[in-house]
């Protein structure tokens, strides 16, 4: 492992692509490999929540890269509140955030062990050596991050577009040999539109978590005000372009009495293709996966480093190697994801994971409400278009955190409220160095 050094102005690794595929890359997970099954009861009708979990999405990275203009700084999320708000709004932005990302990272993990006993059928039945696989991923991913910010970028580049080949391909099967009668009807389970528009935009919101990610590794980012803003819409118009049109591929070349019912959309999708086609969707599922963990990783190494320039975390933090990755940092949100993946393959702590996977979903969108809000401050008076862009995109936050249910809510607001001791011993700190400077 390199050698650790001060943090200084690091060299910029990351270009427009670095930047987008992070984007796509995180939001692209496994997801998308089931939600054709998920929203089929909901027919024709169900294309109402992708409508507006896109159109909110849009708004968001539009504040995103609004904000993202006015700042070199990596943090993201983090940044923009603590510039807008203080230092203790910004902390407990970035410590659920952070939270969110070390616990995300065992899930991923495990979602990979899923689609790999397709290969392995034996997996199935060895837990232990689901774990060891799991946690083999995690820190094989670990390394490349450790390795540098280059090669963490170079990986990502690699995996986002190996991860959309398979889709795009169904994308492609769909449109030329998709079938208009094996579309569902229009609202088969003949509840009210607004009944199904919401019912269905909860459902489709999460694909859309981790569209700020390109926004985080700012000083990392070459022409960061003109990069960013860039990735950040592209990526997610990309994302919602490539969700939208691969379940309506998926729609109409599976029956829709044979989707509600079907555990592997895709794979029934291409099996048009060929006796070949249901792997291939199996190793999309896998890259697609350990596509979006490469991403989790390198982004968990960049939240406490934000924290520790700011001199609210321990200086060490924000040491980079000679690669320019934060090496502590990743170290940490490792260490933790992997005792969070242990735990939960130990059985009696299962309940412990669940739990704090609850709390953690809330903390990914509370970021996206404070942003929206920072920036309303910005521009309520002096540019009302974006101020309106804002509120819209605040009430779209709102009803995203509001749809995740009220126990998360409480969870989510007991996580960050664990923070707080944490802030107090920063800021002694702080003060102390400051004293002494």
Same mark, same amino acid.
């Given at each position: 492992?390199?050698?650790?050094?001060?943090?200084?102005?690091?060299?910029?690794?990351?270009?427009?692509?670095?930047?987008?595929?992070?984007?796509?890359?995180?939001?692209?997970?496994?997801?998308?490999?089931?939600?054709?099954?998920?929203?089929?009861?909901?027919?024709?009708?169900?294309?109402?929540?992708?409508?507006?979990?896109?159109?909110?999405?849009?708004?968001?990275?539009?504040?995103?890269?609004?904000?993202?203009?006015?700042?070199?700084?990596?943090?993201?999320?983090?940044?923009?509140?603590?510039?807008?708000?203080?230092?203790?709004?910004?902390?407990?932005?970035?410590?659920?955030?952070?939270?969110?990302?070390?616990?995300?990272?065992?899930?991923?993990?495990?979602?990979?062990?899923?689609?790999?006993?397709?290969?392995?059928?034996?997996?199935?039945?060895?837990?232990?050596?689901?774990?060891?696989?799991?946690?083999?991923?995690?820190?094989?991913?670990?390394?490349?991050?450790?390795?540098?910010?280059?090669?963490?970028?170079?990986?990502?580049?690699?995996?986002?577009?190996?991860?959309?080949?398979?889709?795009?391909?169904?994308?492609?099967?769909?449109?030329?040999?998709?079938?208009?009668?094996?579309?569902?009807?229009?609202?088969?389970?003949?509840?009210?539109?607004?009944?199904?528009?919401?019912?269905?935009?909860?459902?489709?919101?999460?694909?859309?978590?981790?569209?700020?990610?390109?926004?985080?590794?700012?000083?990392?980012?070459?022409?960061?005000?003109?990069?960013?803003?860039?990735?950040?819409?592209?990526?997610?118009?990309?994302?919602?372009?490539?969700?939208?049109?691969?379940?309506?591929?998926?729609?109409?070349?599976?029956?829709?009495?044979?989707?509600?019912?079907?555990?592997?959309?895709?794979?029934?999708?291409?099996?048009?293709?060929?006796?070949?086609?249901?792997?291939?969707?199996?190793?999309?599922?896998?890259?697609?996966?350990?596509?979006?963990?490469?991403?989790?990783?390198?982004?968990?190494?960049?939240?406490?480093?934000?924290?520790?320039?700011?001199?609210?975390?321990?200086? @060490? +933090? %924000?040491?980079?190697? $000679? #690669?320019?990755?934060?090496?502590?940092?990743?170290? =940490?949100? /490792?260490?933790? !994801?992997?005792?969070?993946?242990?735990?939960?393959?130990?059985?009696?702590?299962?309940?412990?994971?669940?739990?704090?996977?609850?709390?953690?979903?809330?903390?990914?969108?509370?970021?996206?409400?404070?942003?929206?809000?920072?920036?309303?401050?910005?521009?309520?008076?002096?540019?009302?278009?974006?101020?309106?862009?804002?509120?819209?995109?605040?009430?779209?936050? @709102? +009803? %995203?955190?509001?749809? $995740? #249910?009220?126990?998360?809510?409480?969870?989510?607001? =007991?996580? /960050?409220?664990? !923070?707080?001791?944490?802030?107090?011993?920063?800021?002694?700190?702080?003060?102390?160095?400051?004293?002494?400077?």
């Amino acid at each position: 492992m390199s050698h650790a050094t001060d943090e200084v102005t690091p060299p910029r690794r990351i270009g427009f692509w670095g930047a987008w595929s992070l984007t796509v890359g995180v939001m692209i997970g496994s997801g998308i490999f089931l939600l054709p099954s998920v929203m089929a009861p909901y027919g024709l009708m169900g294309f109402s929540g992708w409508i507006l979990t896109a159109a909110g999405s849009i708004l968001l990275a539009l504040v995103m890269s609004r904000l993202a203009l006015r700042t070199t700084r990596s943090g993201g999320p983090y940044v923009y509140a603590r510039e807008a708000f203080g230092d203790l709004p910004g902390f407990l932005v970035i410590w659920g955030y952070w939270a969110s990302y070390w616990i995300a990272i065992p899930t991923v993990a495990i979602a990979f062990v899923g689609y790999l006993v397709v290969f392995f059928p034996e997996l199935s039945q060895a837990p232990m050596a689901q774990a060891g696989v799991a946690l083999g991923l995690i820190w094989l991913l670990g390394l490349v991050s450790l390795r540098g910010v280059r090669e963490a970028s170079l990986v990502q580049i690699a995996m986002t577009v190996l991860k959309l080949l398979p889709i795009l391909a169904i994308i492609g099967f769909g449109a030329v040999a998709g079938r208009v009668e094996n579309l569902p009807e229009l609202n088969p389970s003949g509840t009210p539109f607004i009944s199904v528009l919401a019912t269905t935009a909860l459902l489709t919101m999460w694909a859309f978590s981790g569209l700020e990610c390109a926004t985080i590794p700012a000083g990392d980012v070459r022409d960061p005000q003109r990069t960013i803003p860039r990735a950040t819409m592209a990526g997610t118009i990309t994302v919602a372009i490539v969700y939208i049109a691969s379940t309506a591929a998926v729609m109409m070349l599976v029956p829709a009495a044979d989707l509600a019912d079907s555990t592997s959309p895709f794979a029934d999708a291409a099996a048009g293709l060929g006796p070949w086609a249901p792997k291939m969707i199996a190793v999309g599922a896998l890259i697609s996966t350990a596509g979006c963990l490469n991403g989790l990783i390198f982004i968990a190494g960049q939240l406490p480093m934000a924290v520790a320039i700011d001199k609210l975390a321990p200086k @060490a +933090f %924000a040491k980079r190697n $000679s #690669g320019g990755a934060p090496q502590l940092s990743l170290l =940490v949100s /490792l260490i933790l !994801g992997s005792a969070l993946l242990l735990a939960n393959f130990s059985g009696s702590l299962i309940d412990t994971f669940e739990f704090l996977l609850m709390m953690s979903t809330v903390t990914v969108l509370a970021p996206l409400l404070v942003s929206a809000l920072a920036e309303l401050r910005h521009s309520w008076a002096s540019a009302r278009s974006w101020a309106i862009i804002a509120i819209l995109a605040t009430l779209y936050a @709102a +009803f %995203a955190i509001y749809g $995740s #249910g009220l126990d998360v809510m409480f969870w989510g607001m =007991v996580l /960050l409220l664990a !923070g707080l001791p944490v802030y107090v011993l920063g800021r002694q700190r702080k003060a102390a160095t400051d004293t002494l400077g």
